[in-house]
């Protein structure tokens, strides 16, 4: 990290994402898609360090990462503090990433979650859960299910949040393919489901906010946008067979992707098979629920 003038006053842990199934129900006028997801944050995650600055600003450890105003963080930082006017100091962000990009793991919406997060705790929380939802809606999809995390059923463009319980143990081995796939181009693809059932979307409509059992969900996973992403890029699909060879028992994609997980109930086992993926070269998390 580049060296930073004066004390860290806060960090914030931005975690990842992954999509327990995925369905597309269909397109919006306003361009955005309808979907049912079920959304797991998990416990893969990057860091946001604060200091005191003199004006609001943004430094990344990962140099492929644009720092200006274009970062998701300093949109969230410019959003907070347009909905929140009381004068206070600036913050440089140091962002200390982990999570892949163009991974379909939620990483820069994480990102700007915790930028939500933390300035509105530095700043003496001003902004109540519900207008930090409303402005985390305006940065993206998925930011409203990443200011708190845990398990949620997320519908509507990905905003309309049921909180959900997760019931037993659960290990996921995550690999990243190496290819980023832009989450526009994987909607501006999928065709939505012409029959509107398929045993997914009755088991998410027989949840209605309750407990939500593993087991039962993982023998009706299904992700819309695993097929044509595995048909661009092929290494998607071998990475999923690699991963099932290593003892996966359930593989699937997270998002739009690249990224696909492996569904393994035994510690030891997920972490063989992690470390299997590992030394094929591969970018593999272990990871549990967070
Ligand atoms: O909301 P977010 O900025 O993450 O979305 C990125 C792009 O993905 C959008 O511009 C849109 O093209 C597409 N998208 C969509 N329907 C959703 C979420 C995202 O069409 N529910």
Redesign the pocket.
Known sequence: MESLAGEEVHRETARAKINLGLKILRRRPD???D?CTIMQSVDLADQLHFYRAEQDQLSCSDPALSTGPDNLVLRAVALFRSRWTTPGPGFHIHLAKHIPMGAGLGGG?ADAAAALRGLNHLCGNPLDPHTLSTLAGQL???VPFLLAGGTALAQG??EVLTPLCWEGEVFYVLVYPGVAVS??WA??QVKPSLTQSSPYLTFTSSLSGGRVAGTALFSVLENDFQELVERANPIVAEVRTHLSLAGAQICSMSGSGSTVYGIVDDRVAALQAHQGLGARGYRSFFCVPA
């Open positions: 361009g955005y898609h979907l919406s993206g999809s998925d463009r990905g989450t526009a909607y501006g």
